[in-house]
């Protein structure tokens, strides 16, 4: 089966500075896979080449089988993206949002209508749907954001640290949607996460970053296995990357911790 993404050798560097050193990357579809690493290791740049926001210095990238380069309208039109930054407005209602969200993916009336219920429906959300999203708690709104990603059905869904800032409900609430896009809708979910026990619960595979680089790749529980037989994912992080991690809220506070997050990397 050919990969939803694979990439050869990517590179991106920042004048001298070398931020994804020549990574190879072999993701199977319908899988969820995670990218871990410290601040700076390059996970949110790899993701922002992937979802052709930034061009490869070097290297080369398949995403849902065409180039980040040569064919980047065409990746877009096959793939969802939630970045760490907060992409719905705070200022409109939530089927506002979507019904934005909808047009920019040129769908017309009839679609979006269906589409846009089903959305709601997905999410959880139909109920306060014309409600401003400023008044909406932290995991309203990432649950909002995974509607808008995935109104034009993408073959595959790029997330940047899906449930930063999120409590533990809602983020397990998260992690209930994201399960039932892979079963229900088919999608290759793509992930970066600074949670252990999401990349654990979530991940069928997980590549470590540190420095630009890929340190290990494998499923949890071969990580683990590797690191000795009472790991836990905290062990491998700490093994593979030197490094520990961890990070709860309101409209306001969500975004705050995502534009934290985004400034370092």
């Known amino acids: ?54 061009q490869p210095s070097s290297g080369t990238a398949q995403v849902a089988g065409f180039d980040i380069v040569r064919a980047p309208v065409e990746v877009r039109r096959r793939i969802g993206y939630v970045p760490q930054m907060l992409s719905a407005d705070g200022a409109l209602t939530a089927i506002e949002n979507l019904t934005l969200s909808a047009r920019l993916y040129g769908m017309s009336a009839a679609e979006r209508k269906t589409r846009i219920a089903e959305a709601l429906d997905f999410s959880g959300l139909a109920e306060v749907c014309h409600k ?78 540190h420095q630009g680089t890929i340190g290990v790749t494998g499923s949890p529980l071969e990580l683990k296995a590797s690191v000795g037989p009472e790991a836990t994912l905290d062990d491998v992080f700490v093994a593979f990357s030197g490094g520990t991690i961890q990070e709860s809220g309101s409209y306001r506070e969500v975004r705050q911790a995502r534009t934290t997050m985004q400034r370092l990397g």
């Open 1 to 54: 089966m050919t990969a939803a993404i694979e990439t050869s050798a990517l590179t991106r560097r920042f004048g001298s500075f070398t931020a994804v050193n020549q990574i190879d990357l072999a993701v199977p579809q319908q899988s969820i896979y995670g990218l871990l690493g410290p601040n700076g290791a390059g996970k949110s740049t790899t993701i922002k080449m992937l979802t052709t926001l930034l």
């Open 132 to 209: 401003l999203v400023k008044t909406y708690s932290g995991g309203m709104i990432r649950r909002l954001e995974l509607a808008q990603a995935m109104l034009h059905h993408p073959a595959i869904l790029f997330l940047d640290e899906p449930t930063i800032g999120l409590d533990p409900v809602a983020r397990r609430t998260v992690w209930e949607r994201l399960q039932a896009l892979r079963r229900d809708f088919g999608m290759t979910i793509l992930l970066t996460t600074h949670d252990m026990e999401e990349a654990d619960v979530l991940c069928d595979t997980l590549a470590i970053l």
